[in-house]
């Protein structure tokens, strides 16, 4: 996702400086795109627009409140639980607000938890995660509380981060401790209006970790690459897959898009969290016909009209690669 270290630095810099602005979030944000990508994004009309372009878009702004309200990790669990009763949520054992909370405080009400299956996330934020089967080193302890204590928004200017209250989150692990396995393996359904057209498996997220793009609902490898290796070998399609189509699509109905992150853990299948815009449009696939193809999906969900014609991609009978010249 990182288009260039440096660039994440200067940005960053600039952007805690900068207020939330239209024109402003688009220039940042364009700033890491062009770096990434060698051209400016795509206006949504255009015919080389994809789905990145359509997430570039949407993370400048604007937001709803129930949308921001469903990013916060602890109030996304009440509202996942609304919108689909039979999906599994992590048990919450803490929730505090972090203003004006000292390092000395945060340690001792994280270390409380230490030696127990438990994880710790911001959340305001995406990507810190503690896991406190161990004890952290302080290093480690000193590092989470800064990235708590800070704003997601600047790095990216995804406008639904900004201003979330920042608090810690303390939530049972989905992991499995007799295999040492840290977190389940996870599946993030893209959807558009209560369909789900794309699944991302995440196999050993915290170890060798692997990334397969299969088609919904038939689990067939789309055959492209998004920012991770693919597994060496064949994705077993779970057992329960018409149970996770079932729950990401009545997940994601109020929303034009969101990705639907879901756990497969040893007892049910788990809610994980609402995500509008993956990587801020800033990781591509590896082919860019197939990012186009994935925005007919949105507006094959009433974004906007296309001709018949643009509606279905038959991967299932041929190869990717084959349907184009």
């Known amino acids: 996702m990182h288009a260039s270290p440096m660039i994440d630095r200067v940005v960053r810099h600039v952007s805690i400086r900068t207020p939330n602005l239209y024109v402003t979030n688009v220039t940042l944000l364009g700033l890491h795109y062009f770096v990434r990508n060698h051209v400016l994004p795509a206006a949504l009309e255009s015919a080389r627009a994809g789905l ?9 702004g604007p937001w709803t409140g129930y949308e921001k309200a469903c990013v916060d990790k602890e109030l996304a669990k009440d509202i996942a639980g609304r919108l689909c009763p039979e999906i599994g949520i992590a048990e919450a054992l803490d929730v505090f607000a972090l203003a004006g909370m000292s390092f000395a405080e945060f340690r001792s009400r994280l270390l409380a938890f230490c030696g127990e299956s438990v994880v710790a996330k911001p959340t305001h934020g995406s990507g810190a995660v503690l896991f406190l089967d161990k004890q952290p080193p302080e290093p480690a302890l000193r590092k989470f509380y800064r990235d708590c204590q800070a704003s997601y928004f600047p790095l ?34 893209f959807c558009s209006r209560g369909r789900a057209f794309l699944c991302q498996i995440n196999v050993d997220r915290y170890g060798d970790h692997r990334l397969v793009n299969m088609l919904v609902p038939d689990f067939i490898d789309c055959g492209v690459e998004y920012g991770t290796r693919r597994p060496d070998l064949p994705v077993s399609r779970p057992q329960r897959w018409a149970d996770f189509i079932d729950y990401a699509e009545r997940l994601s109905e109020p929303f034009e898009f969101v990705r639907i992150d879901l756990y497969q853990a040893h007892d049910d299948i788990y809610f994980g969290e609402f995500t509008f815009t993956p990587g801020a449009g800033l990781t591509n696939f590896s082919d860019r016909r197939f990012d186009r193809w994935l925005l007919t ?22 190869p990717f690669g084959a349907w184009f010249p």
């Not at 990145?52 to 400048?60: A, N």
């Not at 900004?162 to 810690?168: Q, V």
């Not at 303390?170 to 007799?178: A, D, K, Q, T, Y």
Request: net charge positive; proline share 6%; aromatic share 14%.
């Open 297 to 318: 999906q949105l507006r094959r969900a009433r974004w906007m009209d296309i001709a018949p014609r643009e509606q279905e991609f038959p991967i299932a009978s041929k």
């Open 52 to 60: 990145m372009d359509y997430i570039f878009w949407k993370s400048v």
């Open 156 to 189: 990216f200017r995804e406008g639904q981060y900004h201003r979330l209250e920042k608090k810690l989150l303390v939530e049972r692990s989905l992991g499995n401790p007799i295999t040492g396995q840290k977190a389940p393996d996870d599946f993030k359904f």
